[in-house]
């Protein structure tokens, strides 16, 4: 019997700062795990409208020379949905990461 801990996608996401409606995602990561393997992989940098902060380059080690060149949020977003398909999600810091995640999935359509 296949239950929710077999399949689901484990995410986490690095940010500018703490507050979803003002902090931007910096970078998706992802595995999808399935009868408990790991299947897949997802990994992209997103580049912020704004420079990355000082601290938050020291927390995550993502500077904004990483970021120079990254996709939109927009086109991560829209793969990593793809990626998710209709698996459940899992994250270490659910509310956090969840909220962010939400906040993207509107501003993105």
């Keep these: 019997m296949q239950t929710i801990f ?8 690095e ?10 995602i910096i970078e998706i990561g992802a595995v999808r795990v399935e009868n408990g393997e790991i299947k897949d992989v997802f990994s992209t ?8 902060p000082t601290f938050i380059t020291t927390l995550t ?14 086109d991560a977003i829209d793969d990593f949905a793809g990626f998710i398909g ?3 999600l899992w994250a270490h810091n659910a509310s956090f990461d969840a909220g962010f995640l ?8």
Aim: with cysteine; net charge negative; proline share 6%.
């Design 86 to 88: 209709d698996s459940p």
């Design 61 to 74: 080690g993502i500077t904004n020379e990483d970021v120079k060149d990254a996709r939109g949020l927009k």
């Design 15 to 24: 940010t500018t700062g703490l507050d979803r409606t003002t902090d931007e």
């Design 45 to 52: 940098l997103v580049k912020p409208t704004r420079p990355i």
């Design 6 to 13: 077999d399949n689901f996608v484990a995410f986490d996401l």
């Design 102 to 109: 939400d906040t993207a999935f509107i501003e993105c359509g």
